[in-house]
């Protein structure tokens, strides 16, 4: 984890216009620092960016096993030790054309816990991924994304309780759906994200015609939810080229 | 993980924010990736790539480019800026020529990257749409600070930091190129569009005037 040496510490709150999360606090009694444990992310930017006059911030050893995700899915530079990936560790779209993980007819749902900056505490990813299992989506395994490690039942979602606590700079709820269960999909994310005290962004995977259109997003009108603008679109270079 | 997808800011200024990226595939087309590696990095650079990084190095803003090269590993992941549509064509006719079995991807506003496919002659596989934020937007910054975060999809780059990047301009103890640059050494993949981050500071500093 990362702490405040206080011996060091002038109480100058530079430090706190680098925290991602806020997670610098001012103690006024002590006129010092000190790291909101249950906050911070480990995500390392200010140890990083050396933000410290003083170097009055110290990485301590992440000794379990729940603080190590926590550091490797909040700093990119980590790279995740099953998936291989570095980031929040998971290829999605990016290799698509030769994974073929999202197939023709099928969605597959990428949701950015957390993001854009808020962070996750690992309940609210939990509440969301439990909503995605039982509105019919196929969660992803540990082999493509880093969640599913603190995920003993893929068809429920639910993680270890060990883990709910913990805070990420961001974290991938992943998995697919049939195109006709995409509707569904989307009115349980709607329903559980008024349940959840942060924010996620969300992105759909789709096998596109030559074109780079599709149908599949025509439930979109029905729910009013506007369509998309952006997207991430892989162009089909890669080899072997995957046509399924 | 999403990190180029969901930016936000207005749409006219999104269209002049593109992100490339080449990805090897696990198991597949993951070994020895370098010498193709810096092929891209040659088209990307020809046609104007603004930014580009390996987030195992950091972002060329911040270090030499051969020190970068030179790092490149078979865990490497390399992303790079565009600013204009052109660069998108350019870069793409000339990697679908090179024919190098790399995945590639390209991040933007969809009325200008299928466009730039086409004329490329690319075919789109696989897209992944963005449909926006969920939750409790109620909570989130102000939509100048996100338009310049959510540049780096880690959020490695602080809230309060850009506020006072934006107040150092203001001051005038930098330019906004500068801020900008300052801005952009946070994000250690390299997609970090430094061009537009100076224009929003820009138009921040003269709206405030």
């Known amino acids: ?100 993980r999202v197939k023709k007819g099928q969605v597959g749902i990428c949701i950015d816990m957390g993001r854009p900056g808020m962070g996750v505490y690992l309940r609210d990813a939990e509440k969301v991924a439990m909503a995605c299992a039982e509105a019919g989506v196929e969660l992803a395994s540990q082999v493509h994304t880093p969640l599913a490690a603190l995920m003993p039942d893929l068809t429920t979602g639910k993680l270890v309780d060990e883990c709910l606590g913990y805070h ?26 008024k349940e959840i005290d942060t924010v996620f962004s969300l992105g759909l995977i789709v096998r596109t015609d030559e074109n780079g259109e599709t149908e599949a997003l025509s439930c979109l009108d ?16 890669g080899k072997p080229l995957t046509l399924a | 993980m999403t990190h180029s997808l969901h930016r936000s800011g207005p749409i006219e200024s999104q269209k002049k924010d593109f992100n490339w990226f080449m990805y090897q595939t696990k198991g597949v087309n993951d070994v020895n990736i370098k010498p193709k590696a810096l092929e891209f990095i ?61 995945s590639v991807v390209i991040t933007g506003v969809l009325e200008e990257v299928l466009p730039a496919c086409k004329e490329a002659e690319v075919i789109p596989h696989s897209i992944n749409y963005s ?8 909570n989130l910054p102000d939509e100048t ?14 809230p309060k930091f850009v506020e006072h990047m934006i107040d ?30 100076a224009e929003i500071i820009s138009d921040v500093v003269k709206k405030d005037k």
């Open chain 1, 1 to 100: 984890m990362t702490v405040i040496n206080k011996d060091l510490c002038i109480g100058c709150k530079i430090c706190q216009k680098y925290c991602t999360v806020d997670a610098f606090v001012y103690d006024k009694e002590e006129k010092k620092m000190r790291v909101d444990q249950d906050r911070c992310t480990e995500c390392y930017v200010c140890l990083r960016q050396k933000v410290c006059p003083r170097d009055a911030i110290k990485p301590v050893e992440l000794d379990n096993f729940y603080k190590q995700f926590q550091h490797v899915l909040s700093d990119p530079v980590e790279n995740h030790g099953v998936t291989g990936v570095t980031g929040r560790g998971t290829e999605e779209v990016k290799t698509n054309d030769v994974s073929g």
């Open chain 2, 42 to 102: 040659a088209v990307a650079e020809a046609a104007g790539s603004e930014n580009w990084g390996d987030v195992k190095s950091g972002p060329k803003t911040q270090y030499p480019v051969e020190y970068i090269k030179d790092h490149i590993s078979d865990k490497s992941r390399l992303r790079g800026v565009f600013t204009k549509r052109d660069q998108v064509v350019d870069f793409l006719t000339q990697i679908k020529a090179k024919d190098l079995g790399l």
């Open chain 2, 131 to 138: 449909l926006g934020v969920w939750g409790k937007t109620e």
């Open chain 2, 145 to 158: 600070t996100l338009s310049i975060t959510t540049m780096c999809g880690h959020h490695m780059i602080p």
């Open chain 2, 168 to 197: 150092q301009v203001k001051k005038g103890k930098l330019t906004e190129d500068q801020a900008a640059i300052k801005l952009c050494n946070f994000c250690y993949c390299g997609i970090f569009n430094q061009i537009r981050c």
């Open chain 1, 222 to 237: 029905e729910l009013g939810i506007p369509q998309p603008h952006r997207g991430k679109v892989n162009v089909g270079l």
């Open chain 1, 168 to 193: 990420l700079l961001s974290v991938i709820v992943e998995g697919n759906c049939q195109a006709e269960e995409l509707k569904q999909v989307l009115q349980a994310l709607k329903k559980v994200s």
